[in-house]
């Protein structure tokens, strides 16, 4: 999918991550109340930080929405 369609995606509380992030297991999330989406990682350890679009980024067409391995096993993370 296209990066807007992404966007859009992220705005209905899904998860979304570009194909080429397989290898560092990094999806994007937007929580209420922040002004900016939130990368999370888990390889090569785990961490979340801030994220801006790269101009290849917003004209990738290898986004994906996910669900991230931790909501499939029914597991609860906390962003502090």
């Not at 995606?9 to 109340?33: A, H, K």
């Not at 922040?34 to 994220?51: A, D, I, N």
Request: glycine residues 4%; contains cysteine; proline residues 5%.
């Amino acid at each position: 999918m296209k990066f807007q369609e992404a966007v859009e995606n992220l705005s209905l509380g899904n998860y979304v991550m570009r194909d080429s992030w397989e290898n560092e297991c990094g999806y994007l999330v937007e929580l209420p109340g922040v002004m900016h989406f939130l990368k999370v990682v888990s390889q090569p350890e785990p961490k979340v930080t801030s994220w801006a679009a790269t101009r290849e980024d917003s004209k990738a067409e290898d986004w994906k929405v996910i669900v991230p391995a931790h909501l499939r096993k029914g597991e609860e993370v906390s962003v502090q």
